[in-house]
């Protein structure tokens, strides 16, 4: 079964609307970590997130690690064109070495 | 600072062929080296992963094979491809082990017809 579940699959917004997307564990987690990818290039590092009830900000995306450190959530606030492309979530094993497993993406899209 | 080079950017290759993709690491030393593949519309999938050289740690079973010849060079390949190789992969690094974000490459498209 999937280790991370992303909610929602995708997403289509009007310009300036928040929004927000979600990550699901089975397992506690160690580390969470967010990723913004555009379709065919890299991963960009957005956030990253370890102590339960902790939450970070960059620019109009917030995210955070609920207490129990088991479901993170990103939020947009009034999105941008720019905010569009893919999220990730990703989660430490909580084992030696970065080796982290990925949850299945959100595909955002924001209609100007 | 730190630069991550994966080439090529996209390839097209016939199945049974082999396949080599590269992935250097410059500005740093003794990175973890990555490869991840991404199936259209899915999630990232870790193949492997290196703590040093020629170290190299296998996630799943498949048709694919790393090498670490130096120690900021990170070699995924293949002798003979098959349809279910074809996806979008990614070269990745991290300074060390333990909670330490990962820095992708721009990912190679590789498409075996």
């Known amino acids: 079964s999937q280790e991370l579940e992303q909610s929602p699959q995708s997403l289509i917004v009007q310009e300036g609307k928040n929004l927000t997307i979600n990550c699901t564990s089975s397992?506690?987690?160690?580390?969470l970590y967010w990723y913004k990818q555009k379709y065919g290039e890299g991963l960009i590092f957005l956030m990253m997130?370890?102590?339960?009830?902790e939450e970070k900000s960059h620019e109009k995306i917030t995210a955070k690690l609920d207490e129990k450190k088991q479901q993170s959530s990103l939020h947009i606030t009034a999105s941008q064109p720019s905010h569009a492309g893919i999220y990730l979530c990703?989660?430490?094993?909580?084992?030696?070495?970065?080796?982290?497993?990925f949850g299945e993406g959100t595909q955002l899209t924001v209609n100007p | 600072s730190q630069t991550i080079h994966q080439w090529p950017a996209t390839l097209v290759q016939p199945v049974g062929s082999p396949l080599s993709l590269e992935c250097t690491v410059e500005?740093?030393?003794?990175?973890?080296l990555y490869w991840y593949r991404q199936a259209a519309g899915r999630g990232l999938q870790l193949l492997f992963y290196?703590?040093?050289?020629?170290?190299i740690s296998s996630e799943v079973p498949q048709n694919l094979s790393a090498s670490r010849p130096q120690d900021r060079q990170f070699i995924l390949s293949s002798k003979k491809l098959l349809l279910s190789d074809s996806g979008f992969y990614l070269c990745?690094?991290?300074?060390?082990?333990?909670?330490?974000?990962?820095?992708f490459g721009s990912g190679t498209q590789l498409s075996v017809l």
């Open positions: 990745a690094w991290s300074l060390q082990a333990g909670l330490e974000k990962l820095f």
């Open positions: 397992k506690t987690l160690y580390g």
């Open positions: 997130l370890q102590k339960g009830g």
């Open positions: 990703g989660a430490d094993r909580g084992t030696s070495g970065s080796r982290l497993t």
């Open positions: 500005g740093t030393s003794n990175p973890n």
């Open positions: 290196s703590v040093g050289i020629g170290q």
